[in-house]
């Protein structure tokens, strides 16, 4: 009986502990992206699938035999929030609002000449000093590009290989990004506010 309680609890620590991971995952992709590369991180997200899969369908078959409903009740939340919730869009929208104001301080440093295009293999890339390298994700490099008298400019929020990334672009005269701006093929083109969208190419 007592080893009987034991198997139940450890049981419901597994589907709270891989909810816990799935719900996680979600949120913070793009900096778990960033930590473990683009390679690393399909097997990151196998790994964590087959793990929740693997104890859902045994929650299932405990629910059956010991009559335990709490790990499929657990699971089946997670499910329906994973479903429901935009993870990917609040934490998109948690970067913006919360850099925001050190970005501006970036393209007000950009427009005024302090920083210029510093990479040598690409003269629209610049990249960034220490203290703002958080801002662009990928390496802590940005893509000015010259829009008239003005720059568009992309902080990326994901950057993959060749034109597959996302970020945010600063459009000075708040104009749509068109398609191929930076190099991309655009997919996605969202605005956020006056002068601001963000974009996902692939």
Same mark, same amino acid.
Do not use: C, M
């Given at each position: 009986m007592a080893q009987s309680k034991v198997h139940s609890k450890i049981f419901l620590w597994l589907s709270i502990i891989s909810s816990l991971f799935f719900i996680t995952l979600k949120f913070f992709q793009w900096k778990l992206v960033e930590m473990f590369t683009v390679f690393v991180m399909p097997f990151v997200w196998l790994?964590?699938? &087959?793990?929740?899969?693997?104890?859902?369908?045994?929650?299932?078959?405990?629910?059956? #035999? #010991? #009559?335990?409903?709490? %790990?499929?009740?657990?699971?089946? $939340?997670?499910?329906?929030?994973?479903?429901?919730?935009?993870? @990917?869009?609040?934490?998109? @929208?948690?970067?913006?609002?919360?850099?925001?104001?050190?970005?501006?301080?970036? &393209?007000?440093?950009?427009?005024?000449?302090?920083?210029?295009?510093?990479?040598?293999?690409? @003269?629209?890339?610049?990249?960034? %000093?220490? *203290?703002?390298? *958080?801002?662009?994700?990928?390496?802590?490099? $940005? $893509?000015?590009?010259?829009?008239?008298?003005?720059?568009? &400019?992309?902080?990326f929020t994901f950057r993959g290989v060749l034109d597959n990334f996302s970020g945010f672009v600063f459009s000075p005269n708040d104009k749509k990004p068109h398609a191929h701006l930076f190099g991309g093929d655009f997919k996605e083109v969202v605005k956020m506010e006056e002068n601001w969208y963000f974009v996902s190419s692939s």
């Open positions: 790994f964590l699938y &087959i793990f929740f899969l693997v104890v859902f369908i045994l929650s299932i078959i405990r629910l059956f #035999k #010991k #009559k335990e409903w709490k %790990p499929l009740f657990i699971q089946a $939340i997670t499910i329906v929030l994973l479903l429901f919730i935009p993870f @990917n869009q609040v934490a998109l @929208n948690v970067d913006f609002k919360l850099n925001k104001s050190e970005r501006n301080e970036v &393209i007000s440093k950009i427009q005024d000449g302090t920083y210029k295009p510093n990479v040598s293999h690409n @003269n629209s890339l610049i990249h960034l %000093p220490d *203290d703002y390298t *958080d801002l662009s994700k990928g390496g802590g490099d $940005i $893509i000015v590009e010259k829009d008239g008298e003005d720059y568009s &400019i992309l902080f």
